[in-house]
T-cell receptor, first 116, second 110 residues
Framework: GAVVSQHPSRVICKSGTSVKIECRSLDFQATTMFWYRQFPKQSLMLMATSNEGSKATYEQGVEKDKFLINHASLTLSTLTVTSAHPEDSSFYIC????????????FGPGTRLLVL | GQSLEQPSEVTAVEGAIVQINCTYQTSGFYGLSWYQQHDGGAPTFLSYNALDGLEETGRFSSFLSRSDSYGYLLLQELQMKDSASYFCAVRADSNYQLIWGAGTKLIIKP
């Protein structure tokens, strides 16, 4: 199967700081990556869709200036939470897909963000 | 709006069979996926149905009826490690974005 990594797995930061989360596809080229957030005992909420070399498409209600997404290569996408606040504390998960791997989205292990 | 409905919780006994249903209402439909998520972990892909019928993969099977906007995940010979949340998700457009159900927490008792 395909492997997607995320770094860091867990981060605690002070309110007002920015946090960068990396998502890498390790053994395949991901033309599309998706960023989700998940609150405890809730479903996944799609934040944005990221295609390599183009601007991310954000879902309604997601501030693009607060959640900066960069998909600079076919194996790396980054999500930067700028000026994080306690309400941004959540589980952030990326997923990736490749045209030659059908419908499957391969998920990273997630990043748990706690903003104090 | 677009929505997926699935039970919030299902309880079953180890060794038994359980079915988790999912009905959907979406503007478009390409296929129905099922994902498993253990507490604290990320979702893992289980199955995808684009056409009507039953797809079997080991102990897990997934069914789709497009005319009824309905599908289910069938888990056989339940094991304690199957305790997890199960999400159905619909691919509704050509962008491969998924619309997710709220998840079904499967509780397995010895």
């Amino acid at each position: 199967g395909a492997v997607v990594s995320q770094h860091p797995s867990r981060v605690i930061c002070k309110s007002g700081t920015s946090v960068k989360i990396e998502c890498r596809s390790l053994d395949f080229q991901a033309t599309t990556m998706f960023w989700y957030r998940q609150f405890p005992k809730q479903s996944l909420m799609l934040m944005a869709t990221s295609n390599e070399g183009s601007k991310a498409t954000y879902e309604q209600g997601v501030e693009k200036d607060k959640f900066l997404i960069n998909h600079a290569s076919l194996t790396l996408s980054t999500l930067t939470v700028t000026s994080a606040h306690p309400e941004d504390s959540s589980f952030y998960i990326c997923s990736a897909r490749a045209p030659d791997r059908g419908e499957t989205q391969y998920f990273g292990p997630g990043t748990r963000l706690l903003v104090l | 709006g677009q929505s997926l409905e699935q039970p919030s919780e299902v309880t079953a006994v180890e060794g038994a069979i359980v079915q988790i249903n999912c009905t959907y209402q979406t503007s478009g439909f390409y296929g129905l996926s099922w994902y498993q998520q253990h507490d604290g972990g990320a979702p893992t892909f289980l199955s995808y149905n684009a056409l009507d019928g039953l797809e079997e993969t080991g102990r897990f099977s997934s069914f789709l009826s497009r005319s009824d906007s309905y599908g289910y995940l069938l888990l056989q010979e339940l094991q304690m490690k199957d305790s997890a949340s199960y999400f159905c998700a619909v691919r509704a457009d050509s962008n491969y974005q998924l619309i997710w159900g709220a998840g079904t927490k499967l509780i397995i008792k010895p």
